[in-house]
């Protein structure tokens, strides 16, 4: 299983290689480690975060965003312009084609798992199947909890 994190130290990221023998998770760039619980990786496949502990992953298509967006933009451009030229057939046509060729890409392409809390990312789980879909109640949950510590951090309680 492949894995990339943020340092919640240092913030940067660091990719590895992980499975069940593996025992601590290190940062690449500072001091900073975690040791992963004996059974948070079974058969090469985790349900829980293992750089933050967090028990929720949520499952998407790993698509990359920059090539989402450069379908879009070139399929607008190449649109306008046979538009501009009074070419309708074709303006349609290649909004079909890029619309159809974004399906493709996206029927194809593997999972990633990401976690709530940490965004930590997971390639090649095993077990992908039992992971859900992005639930938009979860992420609150866990972005009210941020908004919590965040202020605790900030402003202590005074008693
Ligand atoms: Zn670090
Ligand atoms: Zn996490």
Request: glycine share 6%; aromatic share 10%.
């Amino acid at each position: 299983m492949h894995m990339a994190f943020l340092c919640p130290v240092c913030e940067q990221q660091t990719q590895c290689e992980c499975n069940d023998g593996t025992e601590v998770l290190k940062c690449e760039h500072c001091d900073w480690s975690r040791t992963i619980p004996n059974d948070a990786i079974d058969n090469g496949a985790t349900h829980s975060c293992i750089a933050c502990g967090c028990g929720d992953l949520w499952k998407q298509r790993d698509f990359p965003q920059w090539l989402g967006i450069t379908f879009v933009a070139i399929a607008a451009t190449l649109s306008t312009i046979a538009w501009a030229m009074y070419e309708n057939i074709w303006a349609i046509g290649i909004l079909m084609a890029f619309g159809l060729l974004d399906y493709i890409f996206y029927a194809i392409m593997p999972d990633v798992l990401v976690c709530y809390r940490c965004r930590a990312r997971y390639r090649h789980s095993t077990d992908e199947e039992a992971i859900p879909k992005f639930d938009h109640e979860t992420a609150e949950r866990y972005h009210q909890e941020e908004i919590r510590l965040g202020n605790s951090i900030k402003s202590p309680p005074s008693q």
